[in-house]
């Protein structure tokens, strides 16, 4: 089975300040993609950061970095220099490529920049 | 470009009362998707079309769910008679061919409540 587990419901961080999200999940699968989506109040869900899993190197996208830990299966997301607008829903999720295309989520943690 | 687009954005209906929400996807992007998240609990794959057809429904839950693709173009999913379990926000994404280069484009989801 599929599955993508995010321990943290909710977390709050200080403007300015870095925090990071936790993100394990479980495939059998050796070849698939990890993303973060992000998904603001009442706004769509948008891609954050992508990293395919035969890539060693950490993705990073500006403020936005994860730790990749393939054997582990543990996908993080650092944010870095936090900002208002970081405040969303964030969602843990990979693809198996060729196989439906469906992405498998986790639950989400709900971010709070606190000013 | 226009993004995917939902409607509505919120529904509250009755319990056996039909509701029918609408996708209507990126021009060109010939693959369609339906996810669900009920609350508190990870969002959940429905179904995959490639243009008018369904290419994957296991993520349906039951008959009382009914989707179609006319045309190739935007998209309905009905639920029919609407139960309280059915309450949660459906989210629809278009992709083209390769879904794990650039992703999905996800809408902003229809929040459906069921009393």
């Known amino acids: 089975a599929q599955t993508v587990t995010q321990s943290q419901p909710e977390m709050s961080v200080q403007e300015a300040e870095t925090v990071t999200l936790s993100c394990t999940y479980d495939?059998?699968?050796?070849?698939?993609?990890l993303f973060w989506y992000k998904q603001p109040p009442s706004r769509q869900m948008i891609l954050v950061i992508r990293?395919?899993?035969?890539?060693?190197q950490n993705a990073t996208e500006n403020r936005f970095s994860v730790n990749f830990q393939k054997a582990a299966k543990s996908f993080s997301l650092k944010i870095s220099d936090s900002q208002l607008g970081d405040t969303a829903m964030y969602f843990c999720?990979?693809?198996?490529?060729?196989?439906?295309?469906?992405?498998?989520f986790g639950t989400g943690t709900s971010l709070t920049v606190i000013p | 470009e226009a993004g995917v687009t939902q409607f509505p954005s919120h529904s509250v209906i009755e319990k056996g009362q039909t509701v029918t929400l609408r996708c209507d996807p990126i021009?060109?992007?010939?693959?369609l998707y339906w996810y669900r998240r009920v609350m508190g609990k990870e969002i959940k794959f429905l179904l995959h079309f490639v243009k008018e057809s369904k290419q994957d429904e296991s993520g349906m839950p039951n008959n009382r769910f009914l989707a179609e693709r006319t045309g190739g173009t935007y998209s309905t999913l009905k639920v029919q008679p609407a139960e309280l379990e059915d309450s949660g926000v459906y989210f629809c994404?278009?992709?083209?061919?390769?879904?794990?280069?650039?992703?999905?484009?996800f809408g902003s989801g229809t929040r459906l409540t069921v009393v």
């Open positions: 990293q395919e899993a035969y890539k060693q």
């Open positions: 495939t059998s699968e050796n070849n698939y993609y």
């Open positions: 021009s060109g992007h010939d693959n």
């Open positions: 999720a990979f693809m198996i490529p060729n196989t439906g295309n469906q992405f498998y």
């Open positions: 994404a278009s992709s083209q061919d390769r879904p794990w280069v650039p992703g999905y484009t």
